[in-house]
């Protein structure tokens, strides 16, 4: 069974920055697009960004300028470069493949505070 790994949430304040980064062990990711989501405090999970496999990217308007999406077939890792932190990206943040996904892992928290 796959397991989804995030890592590199925390608290930061607003403007801030941080790195995320997703592995799934037990499969890879080179075939597959891969996508981060987040679920807000008392809200639905939402798609936040997408990366196929030729390494086309999709971002939700609100994360556009602010937040980049890569991977790295070879480390088998997807990350979320995320900029300028709002209040509003306080979440936990998970990633999955975009297309059935796997199990969902535990996700990593992001706080965004002053």
């Known amino acids: 069974q796959v397991q989804l790994v995030e890592s590199g949430g925390g608290l930061v304040q607003p403007g801030g920055s941080l790195i995320l980064s997703c592995t799934p062990s037990g499969s890879i990711i080179s075939r597959d697009a891969m996508a981060w989501y987040r679920q807000a405090p008392g809200k639905q999970r939402e798609l936040v960004a997408t990366?196929?496999?030729?390494?086309?990217?999709y971002y939700k308007n609100s994360v556009k300028g602010r937040f980049t999406i890569s991977r790295d077939n070879a480390k088998n890792t997807v990350y979320l470069q995320m900029n300028s932190l709002i209040f509003e990206d306080t979440a936990v943040y998970y990633c999955?493949?975009?297309?059935?996904?796997?199990?969902w892992g535990q996700g990593t928290l992001v706080t965004v505070s002053s």
């Open positions: 990366i196929t496999t030729g390494g086309n990217t």
């Open positions: 999955n493949r975009l297309v059935s996904p796997w199990v």
